[in-house]
């Protein structure tokens, strides 16, 4: 295996690019009209929109396709994986367990997902308050697949066995006697080398930070420079049987074959600054004038639920299937963005000011709060459209590895 690299710091500002494709990420911008190397610009929120400056985390992408591009997630076996609490009666009595027992491969091959067990945990998932500590057992690697939490953030502590990471951000190697964090909405995909065993702790709406530091002085605990970010790295390959994303939301387990706020009115606000129960927000008539940039709303992962209804018109990014009266929800950290053809035209179109949304009112709830749907609106109002995913199956790639130059309008 070829030495992976890293960068130091935690929580740092930090930027990498894979060595293949120099120049890939857009200068002095975020979101170009059209990216280098004609890639899709994708941001992936740790913290609400509106967190100050100290607590804001948000992360861009630059993709070969948007997330956004799976075909419906359905619900799949959770094995072990719980978040009741409510299961056995308590019980406040000391408790010990013997060593977990790792199942052999020769017997029955386990991944990563599917050797996730839950042992113990508080609180609740959506109203991103709590833990959970699990045991991950394993003997086989993540074969065209991947995982991804929209519940909390993961600690992976190995205890037998190495991992070889694949995120988003590129790879890294967790040996026993190091650990890592992989943040909520990020996906991953894990090598195993042998009968693994390990434990996770996971913690719902927060994120791991180091501790202050105070009395102790400026020299204890662990540091900035102890930890590593890995260096972006990508993989373009076709899957003939189809390449599986599994996420874990509201704890249970859904599977699916992967082919911002604008003017705030009102806010209920939480107990976390910048973090809110409900935002009122609305998407009025307005001048687009951004100069270089894509300009309707971006493909986003966010940590935040947003439902968004129509008063009146045409949302732009949606031109023909949002429509009012009706209503979308996007949950937390599931993808989403403009359809095919908005891309497309917006990629293309001369950049000059112009008007936005005349005659159009739309407007979105976003929360905290990880919402449940119920089954009036799933089933007995029929009036779900069980035809929305396929807004973006039109999306195709346009990476051209060889060439930075955009292939622009």
């Known amino acids: 295996m070829a030495e992976l690299k890293y960068i130091s710091g935690f929580g740092n500002e930090c930027t990498s690019e894979d060595p293949r494709c120099p120049g890939s990420l857009p200068e002095g911008q975020n979101n170009p009209q059209v990216c280098p190397y004609n890639l899709y610009a994708e941001q992936l929120s740790g913290s609400a929109f509106t967190c100050p400056r100290s607590t804001n985390k948000r992360s861009w992408l630059y993709r070969i396709l948007p997330s956004v591009t799976h075909k419906p997630f359905e619900s799949i076996d959770q094995g072990h994986l719980t978040s009741n609490w409510d299961e056995v009666e308590p019980d406040p009595n000391q408790l010990r367990w013997k060593p977990f027992e790792t199942p052999k491969a020769s017997q029955k091959k386990v991944d990563f997902v599917r050797g996730l067990h839950t042992l113990c945990g508080a609180g609740d998932i959506r109203s991103n308050n709590g833990l959970a500590v699990h045991i991950f057992l394993c003997n086989i690697s993540m074969e065209n697949k991947c995982f991804y939490n929209s519940d909390g953030d993961f600690l992976i502590v190995p205890q037998k066995g190495k991992l070889l990471i694949y995120t988003e951000f590129g790879k890294i190697l967790v040996e026993p006697n190091e650990i890592c964090v992989i943040q909520r909405g990020m996906r991953f995909s894990i090598d195993v080398f042998e009968e693994t065993r390990g434990y996770i702790l996971e913690v719902y709406g927060v994120h791991f930070e180091l501790p202050d530091l105070g009395p102790i002085g400026a020299n204890g605990l662990a540091n900035p420079r102890d930890f590593l970010i890995p260096v972006a790295w990508y993989e373009d390959r076709q899957v003939p049987g189809g390449y599986t994303v599994i996420n874990k939301y509201q704890g249970k387990l859904f599977a699916a074959k992967q082919d911002p706020s604008i003017f705030t009115v009102l806010t209920a606000k939480s107990m976390r600054p910048g973090v809110a129960i409900a935002d009122f927000v609305i998407f009025p008539p307005r001048w687009g004038v951004a100069d270089k940039t894509f300009r309707p709303p971006y493909y986003h992962r966010n940590c935040m639920s947003e439902f968004m209804g129509l008063i009146k018109g045409h949302y732009e990014a949606k031109p023909g299937g949002f429509l009012p009266g009706g209503g979308s929800l996007h949950s937390a950290m599931t993808p989403h963005g403009p359809d095919a053809d908005c891309f497309e035209k917006a990629s293309k179109a001369k950049l000059e ?56 309008p």
């Open 353 to 408: 000011p112009e008007r936005i949304a005349d005659g159009t009112m739309a407007f979105m709830f976003e929360s905290s709060l990880s919402l449940a749907v119920t089954k009036w609106g799933l089933k007995a109002s029929n009036c779900l459209d069980e035809n929305y995913y396929k807004c973006w199956e039109p999306l195709k790639s346009h990476f051209t590895p060889k060439s930075k130059k955009p292939a622009g």
